[in-house]
């Protein structure tokens, strides 16, 4: 006899004539912890963006651009964009490192539309 009070025989003797294996059933419960989880992320994504900042105009984009870069300041920029969750994208905090008409420039050499932007600010 073992510690538990079962002998080895009887113990493969419910396992060879009695215990009914379900297959993958028995795992469906991870996969619904998984899906879980994952909602769980997308919420906590959710609740940490920020809301959308108000829709400036072309001219108020274009001044702040100008006084930003003509100052090395860093500014926050809100795109006019939602990500595959459709949740707002994150600030994008940067430098300009050049800008036009139509574009910017921000450190990396990443490049978007001026008529991208919802709004931007310059951090003190």
């Known amino acids: 006899m073992s510690e538990s009070g079962y002998s080895q025989s009887t113990v493969d003797d419910f396992f060879e004539h009695s215990y009914n294996d379900r297959g993958m059933l028995k795992w469906q419960g991870f996969y619904l912890s998984d899906h879980t989880s994952a909602l769980n992320k997308v919420k906590a994504e959710r609740e940490k963006t920020t809301e959308y900042r108000p829709q400036q105009s072309l001219e108020e984009i274009s001044q702040t651009l100008a006084k930003a870069y ?12 939602l990500n595959k969750n459709d949740i707002i994208e994150p600030l994008i905090e940067k430098k300009i490192k ?6 910017i420039i921000i450190e990396n050499e990443r490049f978007f539309s001026i008529e991208s932007i919802r709004n931007i600010k310059i951090n003190d």
């Open 70 to 81: 003509a100052n090395n300041k860093t500014v926050e920029i809100q795109l006019n964009k």
């Open 98 to 103: 050049g800008y036009n008409a139509e574009n």
